[in-house]
């Protein structure tokens, strides 16, 4: 972004051009990569979703063949979850937690730079699969065993791709763990750190924890095509389903990593525009640690059809209810924020309620597929596709609209357009619903996930997602209008670009100059 | 026939789909009446606590009292829930004393079906998608059970326990039918089990619901339940024509587990 | 931000000036995937490409933690620089005991649950019939029979050889903190000739392994937990002895005081991980 170009460079031979964002150590640079990565991440896998729907707009086959419709389906997967949103997080991690805790930089701020440029080269393996002979994978973005050992070369660089990521985010999640733990100004307690510091500290350990589990469980995936081993395979005394038992060990708190942070960003705003402390500080902080241990605990809701013995689906079934606890903590905490409060919406704040509001329908479809008996239904149909992009969607990229909202004045110097930041709030908020919420119905009513064509009944509902789905596509070129425009001109920002916010970054200059905090700032 | 169940599960045909649609009901009423009360609090907040309406902001961070309470009354209420999904799933899981027991093998893609145990024993056939090709490419009208046909459904007694024995040849596929309350992953190598008992005579219609490659979405479940006599007569025919040596449908290929061995290392 | 030389001030921390280093080794790791997927599909020429990013690679390793270790003799690092490098390490010692869990808990998996479900209930009667199921096993189909790894020949060796290179590698740090160089060298020196010996032993098992006892890695569950898990640990021995030598070097290069030498430290963590994840395999995988 123009705006942050340094402006002191403190006798360093920086070098300037490519060469900068190429070598750079600094967080800022390197957070404002992550964003743009992850927002291309974005595009791709939302064409992938709309190449998708167009085949899905009618019964019948007519825009691409069964075998690529699920190539799309998973690459949308993998490219949205690994490509857009854990990448788009780290970015403002990198952008904000230095400057919440009043930190120079990141701890380590050279290997900050080869956490993100070790995306790019994961992204090209895994997009540039699809031009192999074969395909890219088409074995779902859980890559079931044995369907995943019987693809093609596109498999392996899937493989290698999410090796590659997991180094990345192995290394990211180290960086911030050590930042929060080491950096933090004197005085900046951690129960005075804001809160997505907290969840980010805590993500970060579930990132380090799960990530190795899946470069496993990848790692035998491949050496069960290549090399002859028979891990996931009954004939030689190993089993398919222990692969979606090691997968979901990482893949349940996986979704956590990807809400978490949403937590944060959404308990930074609300207080903001509410003009008013968070309420129940505390018991965020030990939600957010119960969220993330309880997480271990529930992988094989994902696999109540596999045929568990009794015992293991009632006991995955208590301790996935259970989440709802802590969870709804957090919800009733930011409704008690706003409780009582001096609301003002603008763009972060309607972001920030809209994504509660949401998320909780979410939520709620999460604990009806909780229900072991009710999941027998209802797992692999779209009501579980609805469940997880009211989630993901409405939860984990909403948080991230509000929070670049929020941001954009640091980071740019500039308040990004009310109007159009409204505009897009509102058109992403009813297209997202006119897509989604019907998959709910088609699920219950019994379509399949992950097919290409369907029966005659699910007709008028998936035309209706369709259009909803170009509607949303469509207006996410809105925030590139806002972003461009905000980069290049517009009312200028104060330090304190939002009357009501709170905390060290908003004592900085907008935008936040190149180096800040080399003194580290003292907290009372 | 079935009428399309749109908004909701599809009717239920057996005491466990019949459970499981009460207690879908149950959890969405109680998670709306939730959602109601929450947001209505929010909504509240939003429309009344504005600044530009002059709201000025109280201090207030901290109840322990009240943040008792929304930890305590959700756990009671999930206590609530779990009764009765822990009685239906130690019902589902109770496969003892079936009447009739098939086998439904998956393949790659297809169903064969394998009648084990009871009145048809030693019955066995395929049973593939029906639907012609040029429905699906747009070359000809779609049919009423578009995608929903197979050439020879399962057929099965109506009111008795039927205990479907599941396995794969390939890879992992999932054998469902919604009325029925049943989805139960078939997974190569190993023999899962589950159990229905259709209260009605009718057709009834699922679909592999585990992605198993290419054709995923062209391997439908059909099942017709028939009436004790019918269900004698179709045992006879079957048996007749297997007899004769023109059995309705090529018997299916045995599950044979040199296939699997064989996959390993063939990337 | 010219460092001064010597301790920093408590609240200062130093950051790097801009590197080329991460660039180069995310090509590295570009060419080390492609390469390898082209490979493992038939094409030779992935090869080369997989060879060139492991060159790129170790070029990149060395020219980085060069820099690192010029930086930290320079006294750039302080207190808090150095605290960091330890939660690092930590953590990262912590990933890697999270990756051979994944391994571990397969074999688990496999020895507790799916070799018994095999060889009983339905799927013994109807699939498998005649599968009696006792560990060590190929599986059910399994045609090809091995003879397992025994324990009490050189895999107990290797357990005396690894605990014996702990026990020289703390001496040698005991050296260190005294000031006593040469035994630090000495020490050091000793548990790097272990660890090659520990490797040579056990390139000399898997030999054995595979001409004598037919016990290979399409030896079903058996060979594919047996080979994963000691070969992973074997790659994390070959680094570990890879660091330590580095350290030796460093040792002789004069680097290192009694109280500033993380780098040492690391490596010694390091290879105590290691040690520890050899006492489980010899125990889960080898004895019982
Ligand atoms: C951001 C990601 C995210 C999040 C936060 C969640 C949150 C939850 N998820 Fe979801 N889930 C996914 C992403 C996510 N999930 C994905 C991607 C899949 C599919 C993967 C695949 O197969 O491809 C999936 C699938 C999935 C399944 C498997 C479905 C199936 O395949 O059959 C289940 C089953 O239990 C489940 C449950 C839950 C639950 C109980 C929560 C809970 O955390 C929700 C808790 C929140 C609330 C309950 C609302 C707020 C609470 C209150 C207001 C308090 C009061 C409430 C009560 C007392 C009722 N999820
Ligand atoms: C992690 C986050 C994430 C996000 C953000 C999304 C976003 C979207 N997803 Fe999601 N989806 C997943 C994660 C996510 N998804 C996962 C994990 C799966 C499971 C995969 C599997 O089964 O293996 C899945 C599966 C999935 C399916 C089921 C596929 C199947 O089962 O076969 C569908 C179907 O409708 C779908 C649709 C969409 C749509 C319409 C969006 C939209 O929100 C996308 C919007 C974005 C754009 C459209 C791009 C931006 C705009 C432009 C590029 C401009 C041009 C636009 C126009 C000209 C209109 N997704
Ligand atoms: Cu068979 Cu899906
Ligand atoms: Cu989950």
Redesign the interface.
């Known amino acids: 972004m123009a705006a942050v170009i340094p402006d002191h460079l403190h006798g360093h031979h920086a070098p300037g051009g490519v060469m900068r964002w190429l070598t750079t150590t600094n967080h800022k640079d390197i957070g404002t990569m992550y964003m743009v990565f992850s927002f291309i991440m974005f595009l791709s896998g939302g064409v992938m979703a709309l190449t998708i729907r167009a085949e899905l707009f009618q019964p019948g086959l007519q825009v691409v063949q069964p075998e690529f419709f699920n190539q799309l389906t998973t690459m949308h997967g993998l490219v949205m979850v690994f490509g857009a949103i854990m990448p788009a997080f780290v970015g403002f991690a990198n952008w904000m937690i230095p400057l919440m805790i009043g930190a120079s930089d990141m701890a380590f701020a050279r290997m900050n730079n080869w956490s993100f440029w070790l995306l790019p080269p994961a992204a090209i393996l895994l997009i540039g699969s699809f031009f192999v002979p074969g395909g890219a994978t088409a074995a779902g973005w859980t890559l079931y065993a044995p369907l995943s050992v019987q693809m093609g070369m596109g498999m392996d660089l899937a493989i290698f791709a999410i090796h590659i990521m997991g180094v990345s985010s192995i290394m990211g999640a180290i960086n911030i763990i050590v930042t929060v733990l080491n950096m933090r100004a004197p005085g900046m307690t951690m129960m005075k750190m804001p809160l997505f510091c907290w969840t980010w500290l805590i993500t970060a350990y579930l990132l380090i924890a799960v990530m190795p589990v899946l470069a496993g469980a990848v790692t035998m995936v491949l050496a069960d095509r290549h090399f002859g081993t028979s891990f996931f395979n009954a004939a030689g005394g190993g089993d398919p389903v222990m692969y979606q038992h090691i997968f979901w060990f990482f893949g349940h708190p996986e979704v956590y990593i990807m809400i978490l942070p949403a937590f944060g960003i959404v308990s930074q705003i609300i207080p903001a525009f509410s003009r008013k402390p968070l309420f129940g500080y505390a018991s965020m902080v030990y939600a957010t640690a119960s969220i993330a241990i309880l997480s271990f605990a529930v992988w094989a809701h994902h696999m109540f059809a596999t045929g568990m013995p009794a015992a293991g689906q009632l006991f995955f079934m208590y301790a996935t209810m259970l989440i709802a606890v802590p969870t709804g903590v957090k919800v009733f905490n930011w409704v008690a924020t706003m409780w009582r409060g001096a609301l003002s919406f603008e763009p972060p704040m309607l972001w920030a309620t809209g994504f509660i509001f949401v998320f909780t329908m979410g939520g709620f479809t999460g604990l009806i597929c909780a229900i072991a008996p009710i999941d027998i239904q209802v797992q692999d149909t779209y009501y579980v596709v609805a469940h997880f992009h009211y989630v993901l969607v409405a939860g984990s990229l909403f948080s991230l609209f509000a929070g670049a909202y929020y941001w954009l004045p640091k980071w740019t110097g500039h308040m990004p357009s009310e109007a159009l930041g409204k505009l897009h709030f509102w058109c992403s908020m009813v297209f997202f619903n006119i897509t989604f919420f019907p998959m709910h119905f088609l699920g219950l009513a019994g379509m399949p996930r992950r097919i290409p064509d369907y029966a005659l009944q699910f007709a008028d509902f998936n035309a209706m997602a369709s259009v909803g789905a170009f509607g949303f596509g469509l207006s996410q070129l809105i925030f590139i209008v806002v972003v461009v425009k905000c980069i290049r001109g517009g009312e200028r920002a104060a330090a304190r670009s939002w009357d009501g916010a709170e905390g060290l970054e908003w004592t900085v200059p907008s935008p936040a100059p190149y180096h800040t905090f080399e003194e580290a700032p003292v907290v009372r | 026939e079935q009428p ?7 009717q239920p045909v057996t005491g ?2 019949e ?2 649609n009460d ?2 009901t149950l ?2 009423v109680i ?1 709306l009446l ?2 109601v009360g ?2 209505g ?2 909504f509240w ?2 429309f009344n ?4 309406k002059g ?9 322990t009292a ?2 008792i309470a ?2 305590v009354i ?2 009671l209420i ?1 206590l609530g ?2 009764w009765p ?2 009685k ?3 019902a ?2 109770d496969t003892s004393n079936p009447d009739i027991t098939v ?1 439904a093998t998956g393949y790659q893609w297809k169903w064969g079906y394998d009648y084990l145990q009871g009145e048809g024993e030693g019955i066995r056939f395929l049973s593939a998608l029906a639907t012609p090709r040029d ?4 070359g000809a009208p ?1 049919g ?5 046909e197979v050439d020879n459904p399962l057929v099965v007694p109506v009111g008795k326990k039927i205990r479907v ?3 794969a040849n ?3 596929h ?1 054998w ?1 039918v ?1 009325a029925f ?5 078939a ?8 159990w229905f008992r259709a209260d009605r005579e009718g057709t009834f219609r ?13 391997m439908p479940v059909v099942v017709q339940v028939v009436s004790a006599e019918k269900y004698a007569a179709w045992v006879a025919e079957q048996k007749a024509r297997a007899a004769a040596g023109t059995p309705a449908a090529a018997p299916a290929a045995e ?1 044979e ?2 296939r ?2 064989a ?3 063939e ?1 | 931000m010219n460092q001064a030389s010597g301790m920093q001030a408590a609240d200062h921390y130093f950051v790097p000036e801009p590197s080329k280093y991460p660039i180069i080794g995310a090509v590295a790791l570009l060419l080390f995937g492609s390469g390898a997927a082209l490979w493992l599909n038939g094409m030779p020429a992935g090869r080369w490409v997989f060879f060139l990013g492991i060159a790129i690679l170790v070029f990149m390793m060395f020219g980085w933690f060069g820099q690192v270790v010029r930086e930290s003799e320079g006294g750039k690092y302080g207190r808090r620089v150095d605290k960091s490098f330890r939660w690092s390490m930590g953590w990262f010692i912590f990933s890697e005991v999270m990756f051979f869990a994944a391994f571990f808990g397969a074999l688990f998996y496999a020895r507790v649950l799916s070799v018994p479900w095999l060889s009983s209930g339905d799927n013994a009667s109807m699939l498998w019939q005649g599968y009696a199921g006792a560990w060590p096993t190929a599986g059910p189909y399994a045609s090809d029979p091995f003879t397992p790894m025994e324990a009490w020949g050189i895999p107990a060796i290797n357990t005396l050889i690894l605990l014996t290179s702990g026990v020289t590698l703390t001496w040698a740090h005991y050296g260190l903190l005294n000031g006593r160089r040469g035994r630090l060298k000495l020490g050091l020196a000793v548990t790097i000739l272990l660890g090659i010996i520990f490797l040579s032993l056990q390139a000399y098992e898997y030999a054995h392994a595979y001409a004598e006892l037919n016990l290979r890695l399409d030896s079903g569950i058996y060979g594919s937990t047996f080979y994963l898990l000691t070969g992973f640990h074997g790659m994390h021995v070959t680094v570990g002895t890879i660091m330590l030598t580095v350290m030796l070097f460093r040792a002789f290069a004069g680097h290192f005081r009694p109280d500033h030498h993380f780098g040492f430290e690391a490596a010694a963590w390091y290879w105590h991980f290691v040690d520890v994840v050899w006492l489980m395999l010899f125990v889960v995988v080898y004895w019982l």
Not at chain 2, 4 to 10: I, K, S, T, V
Not at chain 2, 187 to 194: A, E, L, Q, Y
Not at chain 2, 206 to 218: I, P
């Open positions: 399309h169940a749109r908004y909701n599960l599809q466990i789909a459970q499981i207690m879908h959890m969405l998670c939730i959602f929450v947001f609090v929010m907040a939003v606590h504005r600044k530009s709201a000025v902001a109280a201090h207030f961070h901290e109840n009240v943040e929304w930890t959700p756990v999930l829930m779990a999904a822990t239906t799933v130690i589902m899981k086998k429905q699906i490419e747009g779609k009423d059970a578009y995608l929903l024995l599941l396995t390939d890879v992992i999932s469902w919604p309350g049943v989805k139960q992953d997974i190569p190598g190993f023999i899962r089990d589950s699922g679909n592999c619901a585990e992605l198993c490659g290419r054709d995923h979405g062209f599950a587990p040199a699997i061995a996959a390993p290392g990337g």
